[in-house]
């Protein structure tokens, strides 16, 4: 009788364990895979950083920086397309020279997830970390790469050259027309900081000229024949301050003169001004933004110029931040050794073309610890940062915690659907 219990528990305890196996997900596909894909691949992207801070080629010019890139992503197994082609207003000869597209399919059909990479310097070289950005990404690109046989989707990477400089529309937002993104389920990027962050604000943003033409006469002998277009823009300037004491807190309106007139004894026959507008969320920068628009028709009004104004065909939309995306990322975070208390919000906040793709498709973005508390992004010691062994450990955390969570939405359709109705709960809240 004993006997035949102990047999009859051990076959019932081996159907457990066969279960318990099958449940696990296929064969040769586990998130242990991922990081441990990662920590090979560790010392190689170490070098691609290290190499793409050497070059600290600035926007546009990022062409040995994307070429090392589209040879490592091919390495692993990725299909690589360069050279893409864009609006031709955008990018010179409507081609992104720096961009690149990278694929990799698994196994049958399934989501689609997007890492996205950034490796654009600055005059100063790479003081807002770029680098570690692209190489964040391709840590993750790595891990995904070792279990996509065995994982439905699919895993695009793609490459944005000329973040720094995206408020013209050369970087995501020409790829974004071009349609490089078309079928991305989730979107996911990293940014090197003072702190681990999964603060999503950008400042929506949209600039203006405004050119007013008078009319030129002698400004002593025959001031009454003139027509004064620097008065155009002095109202202009007069009437967009008037204006601030009834904008929140966040708006954000700068304007320059670029032009003035030529000479003081001249009325000038040609002013222009220059100004940006920025608010946490589109619909309040669009609305503060058509007052300024307004402030400058009144002064055309006013002083009788003709006011020359054409909308510029780009503006930087804000984030949209998806509670149940940002979970997921904080929990991978959590487990890979980095505590809550270690979160912190910003309290200012400038302006990114990552807000046009987190504001058409469900996007995170990831702040992770390279520099000191307090360190400015775009400084000389965020640069000298980017480059060390302590900001490399963090970047590998950071590989870790996108590739993790790109698993679940690639793996986990009830988790993919929570961020997809997060994203347009959000979206429809937006500024309200
Ligand atoms: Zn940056």
Request: contains cysteine; glycine residues 10%.
């Amino acid at each position: 009788m004993s006997r035949s219990v102990k047999a009859s528990t051990v076959g019932v305890l081996g159907v457990l364990m066969l279960l318990a196996f099958l449940s696990a997900g296929p064969a040769g596909a586990s998130p242990d895979q991922i990081t441990a894909a990662i920590d090979q691949a560790s010392a190689s992207c170490r070098s691609v950083s290290q190499q793409i801070w050497d070059f600290k080629e600035l926007g546009q010019q990022e062409v040995k920086s994307s070429a090392l890139l589209k040879e490592e992503l091919a390495k692993l197994g990725y299909k690589v397309t360069g050279d893409l082609k864009v609006p031709a207003d955008l990018v010179k000869d409507g081609i992104a020279k720096t961009a690149f597209k990278a694929e990799m399919a698994g196994k049958g059909p399934g989501p689609t997830i997007t890492l996205m990479l950034e490796y654009d310097a600055l005059p100063n070289g790479h003081s807002c970390g770029h680098n570690l950005i692209a190489t964040s990404g391709l840590l993750a690109a790595a891990g995904l790469a070792k279990v996509m046989k065995d994982t439905p989707g699919r895993v695009m990477v793609i490459g944005t050259p000329d973040e720094e400089r995206g408020s013209a529309g050369g970087g995501k937002v020409a790829l974004l027309e071009g349609g490089y993104f078309d079928g991305t389920d989730v979107v996911f990027a990293t940014h090197p900081g003072d702190r681990w962050s999964l603060d999503q604000r950008f400042l929506a943003m949209k600039r203006a000229t405004f050119t007013f033409k008078g009319k030129s006469a002698h400004a002593a002998q025959a001031p009454h024949q003139g027509v004064n277009a620097l008065r155009g823009v002095l109202l202009t300037f007069n009437c967009v301050d008037s204006i601030r004491e009834h904008v929140r807190q966040d708006v954000r309106i700068h304007g320059i003169v670029t032009k003035g007139g030529t000479a003081v004894n001249v009325v000038p026959d040609l002013a222009q001004a220059e100004f940006a507008c920025r608010a946490l969320d589109t619909a309040t920068m669009e609305d503060a933004y058509n007052r300024i628009v307004n402030c400058a028709k009144a002064a055309e009004l006013g002083i009788g110029a003709t006011l020359e104004f054409k909308e510029p065909r780009v503006a930087l939309k804000a984030p949209i931040a998806v509670a149940p995306l940002l979970g997921e990322v904080e929990s991978k975070l959590v487990a890979l050794g980095i505590s809550k208390g270690q979160f912190k919000d910003f309290n200012e906040f400038g302006s990114s073309d990552f807000g046009m793709v987190s504001y058409a498709y469900p996007t995170v973005n990831l702040w992770f610890k390279t520099a000191p508390d307090g360190t400015a992004l775009h400084s000389d010691a965020m640069r000298e940062a980017a480059n060390t062994d302590e900001a490399w450990k963090a970047t590998v955390v950071a590989g870790k915690a996108l590739a993790l969570s790109a698993y679940d939405m690639l793996t986990q359709p009830a988790k993919l659907k929570a961020v997809q109705d997060g994203f347009k709960e959000a979206k429809a809240k937006e500024g309200k």
